[in-house]
């Protein structure tokens, strides 16, 4: 997982969501921070369970995907599907286009690593997928594997 500047970020998360007219609630913006401080993607409910150790806050899971579904619209937090879970955008404080995001989990440690697939890779698989007469609902990438760090354990 990435190491961020939590502070930093959670003020250009909030820049960026007045930019694009929507509001981070101080709800919100614990959840994202939850995100940010985990070191490993996490299950709306176990963002719950954080939530609530650090506020003294009960949190309905249901209000918890509802701000999740926020935080994605916003870019601010990315969701894997091949695990259910979430992650904070390892992007949020940059100030350049990105390219669309590529997962490698490693099944060991469950450790993320956000990286950026080209644009014209992502154009062509996107070229490919059409011509076989196929809609993609996401361009994102998931791919598992074993991480440097847990290669070395062996």
């Known amino acids: ?22 509001r981070l609630t101080s709800k919100r913006k614990h959840i994202l921070e939850v995100l940010l ?7 709306a409910y176990e963002i ?12 309905p899971v249901m209000s918890v995907y509802r701000m999740l ?3 994605m619209q916003n870019s601010l937090v990315h969701k894997l599907a091949s695990n259910n879970k979430f992650i904070a955008c390892a992007h949020i404080a940059c100030s350049h286009s990105h390219q669309t995001p590529q997962f ?14 080209d644009k014209q890779l992502i154009h062509a698989l996107e070229e490919s997928i059409e011509n076989n ?8 990438l998931e791919l598992h594997g074993v991480c440097e760090s847990c290669q070395k354990q062996h």
Do not use: W
């Open 48 to 59: 719950a369970d954080l939530y609530r150790q650090q506020t003294d806050e009960n949190i």
């Open 37 to 43: 401080k985990a070191e490993a993607p996490r299950s």
């Open 133 to 140: 007469h196929f809609q993609l609902n996401s361009p994102q």
């Open 1 to 22: 997982m990435a190491t961020f500047d939590v502070d930093n970020v959670l003020q250009q998360a909030e820049r960026s969501c007045v930019e694009h007219g929507a």
């Open 104 to 117: 490698l989990i490693c099944d060991k440690c469950q450790q993320v690593r956000e990286i950026g697939v």
């Open 69 to 71: 579904d926020f935080l």
